[in-house]
């Protein structure tokens, strides 16, 4: 089965522009997970979808982050303004529903930020 | 709110010796414990869960997992290890299947 896809792979910008990241998950999982992984500690959740509805954003800032998954399928988020401190890799993951491989996720490559 | 530790920064071992890299949890409910490996600028690769049943879990590549509810821990091993099993390792856990909390990462290092 074709894995999880993120794109761009790598991007720089400067710090109070934004950018946007793309994820295309798994075909026929139901549910999405973006994570920000700062260097040197683990992946942190930041929104997690349910189809096209949102389970968990808690961790989320809102006032900077933005996240959709039209359709139930691909998803989008986004950095608008970008602080230095958003520099991380971002990750995006699915899972299935149920069967054998139930809340087993299954990551992209991720896609490395700079912000200068 | 749930918490996953992974004590060690980093882990030596020989080539051919066993391996061990630790995770302790604290999770409300039935505890969904996971292990991944990540290798450089690659995403995270699931090794193996524990969901319910044996306490031993096999996974991918030789490795398993020994679920020991007393002591909430979930440690990582492998009888004998390779230098391609170099890489990051992260400890994962919910309560009941919600939200996954990762560990800070285990760098193991196998040397021969």
């Known amino acids: 089965e074709a894995g999880v896809a993120q794109s761009p792979r790598y991007k720089i910008i400067e710090k109070r522009q934004s950018v946007a990241f793309w994820c295309n998950p798994i075909s026929g999982h139901a549910t999405l997970y973006w994570y920000q992984q700062i260097l040197g500690q683990g992946p942190k959740l930041l929104i997690q979808?349910?189809?096209?509805?949102?389970?968990?954003d808690s961790q989320l800032p809102k006032d900077r982050f933005s996240a959709e998954r039209l359709k139930g399928v691909d998803s989008t988020l986004k950095i608008q303004p970008a602080k230095l401190e958003d520099s991380a890799v971002y990750l995006c993951a699915s899972s299935a529903e149920g069967g054998g491989r139930a809340w087993e996720q299954f990551f992209g490559p991720g896609t490395r930020l700079t912000v200068l | 709110a749930q918490s996953v530790a992974q004590p060690e920064d980093q882990v030596n071992v020989a080539e051919g010796n066993p391996l061990t890299v630790k995770c302790t949890y604290s999770?409300?409910?039935?505890?969904?414990l996971f292990w991944y490996v990540q290798y450089p600028n690659r995403g995270l690769q699931f090794l193996l869960k524990y969901i319910t049943g044996d306490n031993l879990v096999k996974g991918s590549y030789g490795f398993e997992a020994e679920f020991n509810k007393s002591q909430t821990s979930f440690h990582l091993k492998k009888p004998s290890a390779l230098v391609s099993d170099s890489a990051l390792y992260f400890c994962?856990?919910?309560?009941?299947?919600?939200?996954?909390?990762f560990g800070t990462g285990t760098q193991l290092k196998v040397e021969l």
């Open positions: 994962g856990g919910s309560g009941g299947g919600n939200k996954l909390t």
């Open positions: 999770v409300s409910g039935n505890p969904y």
């Open positions: 979808f349910q189809n096209n509805g949102v389970v968990d």
